[in-house]
């Protein structure tokens, strides 16, 4: 009992939960990395935690948890299902956790549009065995009252909505008007919508215009530039719209090394070079690649023009090794 005496140490613990909820807000994948393998070794290490001290060991469980939703787009299948079937509370009413997003990340992983609607119905089927309360107040399913969980709120919205794809006027009449929501406070309202925001989105399929996961940049038939956003074209930025319209004029991807992504303002000593004497680097045209990796800095990683830009650049290096 020495080890969990030790695990159950009040500094201890309000470390892990400041940790476990900065992971989540601040989307730190390599913290989670480490906190998922910490938490790891300590029920490796004690395989009596849960039977010797149950509800510390859904502490930690908890912490774990976290950890895994901000790595999602990196877990194995079965991992994924088990968070939606037993831990999507956790995220559900986080402003700072996008869960779609994450699980459109671990979408991409599937090579064939097949798989990821398969995989899409899985997560599908392990919400309608979710069994954790979301609301406070029992619901009217059908003729019976049941208690506010994710899987019987799910089996009242589509006995009232229907299996198919829902309409948005559909949707939020629903939300607001249902017997079953038409009561209930707004922050309660707010996680159902996320909830059913995700069930919709599940149903699309991913060779569906509209459904596709990815992000990437299009010339559209008329010659203007898009980012292509879930099958949707977006506007974007216009000083993105002519990088691209500038690579594209190029004809492709030059073939140079790496060595023009790094800062050429100063010398391997630290001193700054002078502008008037040219470089190597300098004499070499412009790549592509450089241009983007430069335009990455204008945008927020967190914007559609970043990720568009990043998939960009990982593409045109993909192409660049096979030359």
Not at 117 to 133: A, G, M, P, T, W
């Amino acid at each position: 009992m020495s080890v969990i005496n030790n695990l159950q140490d009040p500094k201890l613990l309000g470390d892990l939960q400041a940790l476990s909820e900065m992971v989540i807000e601040q989307d730190l994948v390599s913290e989670s990395r480490d906190l998922i393998s910490t938490i790891n070794q300590i029920f490796a290490s004690n395989p009596d935690f849960k039977r010797e001290s149950p509800e510390l060991y859904n502490q930690y469980q908890t912490y774990l948890m976290r950890a895994k939703f901000v790595c999602l787009f990196e877990l194995e299948e079965n991992e994924v299902l088990e968070l939606m079937e037993k831990y999507l509370v956790l995220v559900l009413d986080n402003p700072f956790y996008n869960i779609y997003e994450k699980l459109r990340a671990r979408l991409q992983n599937f090579d064939s549009l097949a798989a990821r609607d398969e995989f899409k119905n899985k997560i599908r089927e392990s919400l309608l065995k979710n069994h954790s309360k979301i609301t406070s107040e029992k619901i009217m399913v059908g003729t019976i009252m049941q208690e506010p969980t994710v899987a019987n709120w799910l089996k009242d919205y589509y006995s009232k909505l229907g299996i198919d794809r829902v309409d948005v006027l559909a949707f939020n009449q629903y939300l607001v008007n249902a017997e079953n929501t038409k009561n209930l406070e707004e922050a309660d309202r707010e996680k159902l919508k996320t909830l059913f925001t995700l069930f919709e989105k599940l149903k699309m399929s991913s060779s569906e215009t509209g459904g596709l996961e990815e992000n990437f940049v299009a010339i559209l038939p008329d010659k203007s530039v898009s980012l292509i956003s879930g099958g949707m074209p977006t506007k974007i930025d216009a000083n993105l719209q002519r990088l691209i319209e500038e690579i594209v004029a190029k004809g492709g991807v030059s073939a140079q090394d790496d060595d023009l992504f790094l800062d050429n303002s100063s010398t391997a000593d630290g001193q700054p070079v002078n502008s008037d004497v040219p470089t190597a680097a300098t004499n070499l045209p412009v790549s592509p690649l450089s241009v983007l990796s430069a335009a990455l800095d204008d945008y927020s990683p967190s914007s559609l023009e970043y990720k568009a830009i990043k998939q960009e650049i990982e593409r045109l290096r993909k192409n660049q090794k096979n030359v």
